[in-house]
Nanobody
Framework: QVQLVESGGGLVQPGGSLRLSCAAS????????MGWYRQAPGKQRELVAA???????NYADSVKDRFTISRDNAKNTVYLQMNSLKPEDTAVYYC??????????????WGQGTQVTVSS
């Protein structure tokens, strides 16, 4: 069984920064792509950033040059550094990690979500 635990959300003023973390634990054999989605009230969930096992990244246009995704394979952890935050970044952020375990093929596992609120 695999669990993902997110941390790092909270309330921040416009222009501020936050760093989200998402750590996977359990009978992990290998990790593949990792990423972050977000969902604001009344809106569809959208991809924020993703990173491949080789380190290639892609970002939503709305967060380019402000957010940075990274990963630590030894810790089975993905990070999202968010700088120059704007009120429109307010949302629940969900991480995902594509994982194969010792008994299962690859599946996407999801974190529980962490609230990010950008407000003065």
């Amino acid at each position: 069984q695999v669990q993902l635990v997110e941390s790092g959300g909270g309330l921040v003023q416009p222009g501020g920064s936050l760093r989200l973390s998402c750590a996977a634990s359990g009978s992990i054999f290998r990790t593949y792509a990792m990423g972050w989605y977000r969902q604001a009230p009344g809106k569809q969930r959208e991809l924020v950033a993703a990173i491949t096992s080789g380190g290639d990244t892609n970002y939503a246009d709305s967060v380019k040059d402000r957010f940075t995704i990274s990963r630590d394979n030894a810790k089975n952890t993905v990070y999202l550094q968010m700088n120059s935050l704007k009120p429109e970044d307010t949302a629940v952020y969900y991480c995902y990690i594509d994982i194969s375990t010792v008994v299962t093929r690859r599946n996407d596992y999801w974190g529980q979500g962490t609230q990010v609120t950008v407000s003065s």
